[in-house]
């Protein structure tokens, strides 16, 4: 079962409550510090030493403690990582999805009302309602039709241009 708190790919319900979440400007972005290939085992070094050879080195408790809960807090947000990211990823894909279902039936209440307007005396008081409906749905191919008929008019000019008056 799924385990808000120690989310697996694909559950659907986090808990992320014990993460302090930090919101930084790109700017910021670019000037942190990156950790590198042997993070781990410096940490582990420290927190595993003995307080005496913490002592001995110089190294303050309360600053190997509050490295040891950040390296916990760093932990966790690589725990549930893998789970956010794919419910990012199956939102975003459900987004596309309904997307597409709402543009097909866009087009099919589109034509049906251009169809009963063009089928009726009163035609214009039947579309004028859906005009933006209309509009967007059509304006593509009112678009590509311009552009065919441009680029027909581009083809024929220079046939016109090079006969003879």
């Known amino acids: ?29 670019a000037r942190l510090s990156k950790l590198r290939d042997g993070h781990a085992e410096a940490i582990e070094a420290l927190v595993l030493a003995t307080p005496a050879a913490r002592q001995r080195a110089g190294l303050s408790e309360a600053e190997v403690n509050d490295l040891e809960a950040l390296w916990a807090a760093y932990q966790r947000i690589d725990e549930v990582r893998p789970a ?11 987004r596309l999805v309904r997307g597409h279902e709402i543009a097909y039936r866009l087009g099919e209440m589109a034509h049906q009302v251009r169809r009963r307007a063009d089928r009726t005396d009163h035609g214009a008081e039947v579309a004028a309602p859906f005009e933006a409906l209309l509009d967007y749905h059509f304006a593509t191919g009112q678009m590509a039709a311009a552009a ?13 241009a090079s006969s003879p008056s």
């Open 1 to 29: 079962m799924n385990d808000p708190k120690h989310p697996k790919a694909g559950d659907r319900t986090l808990d992320l409550g014990d993460i302090e979440l930090v919101d930084i400007t790109p700017d910021h972005v």
């Open 148 to 160: 065919r008929e441009k680029n027909k008019k581009e083809a024929e000019a220079p046939a016109d």
């Open 84 to 94: 956010v990211e794919k419910l990012l990823e199956l939102l975003h894909e459900t």
